[in-house]
């Protein structure tokens, strides 16, 4: 979402005469620089640009068109290595031959239903067609009428970056996401004057988006964890493409009337939005299985690698003919008891595609289900401005704008007379869910089958513009106001897709879940649990919203300077401070308090779901942290009050003029910005139950404190230099140098595996807490690259970081907080330069335009002097310095943790496949720099080169 105000520009038309343009850029691996250890992975990426415009009726009707066609694809930046530098951290899977084994055993089982595709070479890639068409027709001197079309077609097949995401896991070709996307954008606008005392804008507006997600299989296959020490190996479709769907419909409406009234001018103004949206999304519809190295609190557990687990319960597996395997050693299937091993089994599901009530009933996968939320919803604003000319010197800007979003249909249960709703005290949740949750948690007015009640959002605004001596050399502006953001309709859509009675869930059952290769054929929530299919409704997630419950809302200032100095330099001083007032914030109220905290000197809560009784509601089973069991989440969606984030910015710029020759030129501009964000949540996910469980924290989800943003920006400098030279009369030159340095990322210090750990049926974001001593913290034998780890050298490989760290040498005794450290500064370099070619042709002027583009020039410039400059370094969220193993004993209440550490720096110093040598921990940006940044290789150089004809 953005708060402040948007711009909706569109700057060419077409002219009584025909201009156009054409134009053409190219860049693959042969115009990059070599990987440290291997040549630039293929790519490409072509793009082709044209426009025309010019007159239909010479005064009267012009047309304009603009094409924009991109083809790229970009190489994943992951290339397994192992035992070496950046190389692959398993335990299992340690050497090439090793994941040919693996490879060959997945093959021979589940080949005729899945193929990995390839781990080398993995590519991005984006297929993208824009079309921009205009008309403009001058009516008569008092009104213009335009109409315009954008259209967009795009495919985006994004390489798989892991769960968690990162670089520990093998990932291959069968694993991306693809992103199909089709835009339809019409608007018609009419601009009219009245004299010279009015003036009127109407713009009338349709939008058509589809956004699909799919996953990059041949057919329906589950997707498929697989622990191995410390990395891992993916394998299937990736879990939230399986039914990923949203199609939205936008009518606007907006009319600006302008009253200009000697030293003011009015404007009283409309905007009107009508949203008809559909959304289907049922996460891990095709399954998700998750198989752990380590116990996990069962004894039957097998304490080998997830490796382990997964091929025995593939070897178990009904579905799977494991009689004409050829595996030796862990893939060979006879080692194995018949049956599968521990794992944790997810699936969402559809309760709208077949009677749920019957024992016959089957579920629908893939696109074709018909779980979906359907609603339309309209905001509407109004707002009045005035601009007071106060003097030639001053000007004021003062207005009022009220916006108010409504959702023009209920969700499900607001219909007692829905046959899967029977209005039995029993299945309402109104009667027996909500009473039950507010012994624990305050519902705020939020109810099942309610939409949030119609709400004022009132804005008003003040700005200023003055010249402070009259003769324009010293501007001094500034403003406040409050400002409502749009909100992705994902979340509200929730109250209708997430109801109960729309989609159910398996929600990450631990357990001898059996292997089902084929989702049409695969688990239920009748395998893995004692609920019948009569018993599925209410089931899932319910997603409730507050009745008083805002758009996100901020109170923004402003101030600035701008001063023309001596010598010809132009200075400029801008702060900026923004308050929240209204931001999201979501609470799972189907959780009960916690019941336990860790021991030592890590106290944090935990739930342990064992020692539970069955509560205060008969929905809530005994041994379950959950208030009311038939649901897996619900949440409960309101406001929050608390952030704020702040900047400031330097500026100064000069142009010289004939610098070398008189027809040459100079442009400078350095400017600096300090600026930080502090935020409770970022809203940065488009699911209501990731804005719960994906945010880092100490006392659990439900209690998330003010923190830094993932949007704090740091220290940035930004400098340009373009220099032009005039060669002839028909050349011209520009070279352009431009630098970008700023602060790292804020990331977050977090114990992997701790949604184990603290049991609140959220993710893995446990903040890390930093010891005094690592001596205080109990470790467990660990195994990295086939090298055993004493308990010793992971004490002392963690303490030998913390040592090394900044932030956590000064947290000693406490907990890290949410993004409080930064990746290392970036500083980078790029080079443009372009030749100017033109020529009086036809009797108007046409040229050719040659550029060169240096991406990341500094590293070319590092390798010259034998430095590492324009090292960039991977953009991680979290970093896990340790891992959650098991808890000391706890049938004893006993629940002091054991970890292994993550951070561990191991060698193969006889080149024999297999690490033998210890080195301690990783160094502090080595974490970072082994993996680096992003789909593009961006530490490497590279260069694009392209071609323009303007006429």
Known sequence: YFGGGAINAVTRSGTNQFKGSFAVEYRDENLAEDLPDAPFPKFSNNRYVGRLGGPIIKDELFFFANFDINREESPQPFDAGFQGEGSYRGSAIQSQSDLDEFLSFVDQTVGDRYDPGSLRGVSSTLDSDKFFGKLDWNINQNHRLSARYNYSDSRNVDAFAGFPPGQTSLNFSSNNEVFPNTTHNVALELNSTFGNKYANKLILGYKNVEDDRDTNLDQPFPFVNIGDGQGGVDIGGEPFSTVNFLKQEA?????????????????????????????????????????????????????????????????????????????????????????????????????????????????????????????????????????????????????????????????????????????????????????????????????????????????????????????????????????????????????????????????????????????????????????????????????????????????????????????????????????????????????????????????????????????????????????????????????????????????????????????????????????????????????????????????????????????????????????????????????????????????????????????????????????????QLTFAETEVQGLTVTPEQQRAALDAFIRGNDYLSQKRGEYTARNADRTPWEGVLDLNVRVEVFQQLLGRRQSVELTANIFNFSSMLGDAFGTDWGERFIGTNQVNLTQFQSFENPDEGNYTPQYTVQIVDVADTDEDGTADEFRGALGQEEIFDKRRTGSTYSSQWQMKFGVRYNF
């Open 251 to 775: 009518f606007t409406l907006t009319n600006d009337f302008d009253i200009f009234a000697g030293d003011h001018t009015i404007t009283v103004g409309t905007h009107n939005e009508f949203y008809d949206l559909t959304n289907k999304f049922v996460p891990f519809n095709y399954g998700w299985y998750i198989y752990f190295d380590r116990p996990f609190g069962a004894e039957e557990f097998q304490n080998g690698t997830g490796v382990d687990e997964f091929v025995q319960s593939v070897c178990a597996s009904p579905a799977v003919d494991a009689s004409s395997v050829d595996g030796d050693g862990l893939y060979d299937c006879s080692q194995y008891p018949d049956s599968p091993a521990p794992s944790v089994f997810a699936r969402g599901f559809s309760l709208v595609d077949d009677d749920p009530s019957t024992s016959e009933f089957e579920e629908v996968i893939g696109d074709g289900t018909n779980a979906q939320g359907a609603f339309m919803a309209l905001n509407t604003s109004l707002y009045v401005q005035d601009e007071w000319t106060v003097s030639d010197r001053l000007t004021v800007t003062g207005g009022l704008r009220v916006d108010v979003p409504v959702y023009l249909d209920e969700p499900s249960f607001a219909n007692p007379d829905d046959p899967l709703i029977p209005d039995d005290p029993q299945v309402n949740p109104r009667n027996t869910t909500i009473p039950a949750i507010e012994e624990y948690h305050s519902m705020s007015g939020a109810r099942p089958g309610d939409t949030p009640d119609p709400t004022l959002h009132w804005a008003p605004r003040f700005g200023f513009n003055f010249d402070a001596f009259g003769d324009e050399r010293t501007q001094i502006r500034g403003g406040t106001g409050v400002f409502t953001s749009r909100q992705p309709f994902v979340w509200p859509g929730g109250m209708y897709l997430n109801n109960g009675t729309n989609t159910g869930v398996v929600d990450f059952n631990f357990g001898f879940n059996e292997f089902r290769p084929n989702p049409e054929n695969g688990l239920t929530v009748a395998d893995v649990s004692d609920r019948e299919p009569s018993d599925l409704i209410p089931s899932g997630r319910l997603e409730l919203f507050e009745d008083e419950y805002y758009n996100p809302r901020f109170w923004r200032s402003s101030f600035g300077v701008d001063q023309e100095l001596p010598g010809g330099f132009v200075g400029t001083f801008e702060a900026q401070y923004t308050n929240t007032l209204k931001n999201v914030l979501v609470t799972n109220v189907n959780l009960r308090p916690p019941n336990e905290t860790l021991d030592g000197p890590d106290n944090r809560p935990i739930w342990v779901p064992s020692e539970y009784g069955p509560g205060n509601s008969e929905f809530t089973q005994a041994g379950d942290q959950r208030i009311d069991t038939r649901y897996s989440n619900i949440h409960r969606v309101g406001n929050t009050d608390r952030g704020y984030s702040y900047n400031v910015t330097a500026r100064l710029r000069k142009t010289f003029e004939g610098i070398v020759t008189e027809n040459s030129g100079l442009r400078t501009d350095l400017s600096y910005t300090y600026g930080d964000a502090f935020s409770v949540n970022d809203g940065t996910s488009s699911q209501i139950n990731s804005l719960w469980d994906g945010i880092e924290h100490v006392d659990g989800a439900n209690n998330i404190g003010l923190a830094r943003s993932d949007f704090s920006t740091g220290h940035r400098v930004l400098g340009r230099a373009s220099y032009r030279q005039q060669l002839s009369d028909r050349i011209a030159a520009t070279v352009t140098l431009i630098y970008d340095g700023q602060s790292g990322r804020p990331f977050s210090y977090v114990i992997d595996d701790s949604d184990t750990m603290v049991q609140e049926r959220g993710d893995p974001n446990s903040l890390f807490y930093v010891p005094q001593s690592t001596s």
